[in-house]
Structures are given as structure tokens and as C-alpha cells.
Nanobody, 121 residues
């Protein structure tokens, strides 16, 4: 059973940056796709960014050009660099491990506890 621990959230002003980290344990990290989801109050959880075993990435349209997902297999950690943050990026951000190497396997429910991101002036 994989354990995922997110960190790096906080309060920043619009236009600012944050880097989220997710440390995984209990699985062979390098063979799985990893992703970041977010859930804002009153909204469904959505996939923000994903990275496959091979390093292919995908992003939801609203964050393209502003967010970057990356992974360090040696540290069993996935990162989400978030730049040019907007108030609508406010949400709890969750890390997810897929059930296979492909991006299509994300969303099966191996969630971490989440980290709160609040964008406000």
C-alpha cells in the first residue's frame, strides 16, 4: 500500500509561486505514473498535472504554461512547480499514484492527505 505525503502549500499573493512536493513510500515509485489533483470548495476534484513513468506530461488547460510537474525517482518524490498563481488556483492539492506507468491510470484513488494552497492578497 503506497503512502503519499504532500507538502509545500501555503498562502501566497496573486502572481506568486509555490512548489509542492509529494514523497511516496511503500511502492516501486519509478514504475508508476504520478499526478497532482486539486479540489476547490464546492467543486469536484480535478486532475491538474500528470507525469508518466517515461516522463510524458499532461496539464489541465487552465495551468498550461504556469505549472510544471516533475519527478525524482531517486527520491521517490513528485513535484509541482506553480508560477503566476491566481486566486482560482486556491484548492487542496492532492498527490496521486497511478496503477501503471501510463497517464491513463491516474485517478484510481491512491491519494495523499492533501496540502492547502490559498492565493489571496
Amino acid at each position: 500500500q503506497v503512502q503519499l505525503v504532500e507538502s509545500g502549500g501555503g498562502l501566497v499573493q496573486p502572481g506568486g509561486s509555490l512548489r509542492l512536493s509529494c514523497a511516496a513510500s511503500g511502492s516501486i515509485f519509478s514504475i508508476y505514473a504520478m499526478g497532482w489533483y486539486r479540489q476547490a470548495p464546492g467543486k469536484q476534484r480535478e486532475l491538474v498535472a500528470g507525469i508518466s513513468r517515461g516522463g510524458n506530461t499532461k496539464y489541465t488547460d487552465s495551468v498550461k504554461g504556469r505549472f510544471t510537474i516533475s519527478r525524482d525517482n531517486a527520491k521517490s518524490t513528485v513535484y509541482l512547480q506553480m508560477n503566476s498563481l491566481k486566486p482560482e488556483d486556491t484548492a487542496v492539492y492532492y498527490c496521486d499514484q497511478g496503477t501503471s506507468a501510463s497517464l491513463g491510470s491516474l485517478g484510481a484513488g491512491s491519494w495523499g492527505q492533501g496540502t492547502q494552497v490559498l492565493i489571496s492578497s
